[in-house]
């Protein structure tokens, strides 16, 4: 027995995006509150907020992607399992080298020579 609700297929692109909202909402929360749980477990504990939060903010994030791969890889979905895996890396990647790119680009913007006009 199925209920209703959990019928994916049958869901319309309004009710996705209704619940896709409501779990990002959620997400948005939660995210908020476990930094300052990890900022307080960092000063209880001593290990340092650099420490605890790479650890556990990076443990918590990437708890959904790899719950999404393995799930998608039970279900006999091996594309969708690599890619959220391969894509979940690009991402991460990219917000790492942004910030570093931006500060080349400055720092080879602040010595070039400039031209008198």
């Known amino acids: 027995m199925t209920l ?3 019928d994916l ?18 997400i948005a929360i939660a995210g908020t509150r476990i930094t300052r749980v990890v ?4 000063d209880r504990t001593g290990l340092g907020e650099a420490t605890t939060g790479a650890v556990l ?9 790899s719950v999404l ?6 279900r006999g979905q091996p594309e969708l399992a690599v890619s959220n895996a391969l894509g979940g890396i690009a991402v991460q990647t990219f917000s790492w080298l ?5 500060t080349v680009v400055q720092t080879w913007n602040m010595r070039r020579p400039r031209l008198r006009t």
């Open 57 to 65: 903010l990076g443990a918590a994030t990437s708890l959904s992607g």
């Open 69 to 74: 791969s393995v799930t998608a890889a039970y």
């Open 98 to 102: 942004l910030p570093i790119w931006s």
């Open 9 to 26: 297929d049958s869901w319309t692109l309004s009710q996705s995006i209704v619940v896709f909202s409501v779990c990002a909402l959620v």
């Open 39 to 42: 900022d307080q477990l960092a």
């Open 4 to 6: 209703p609700i959990m």
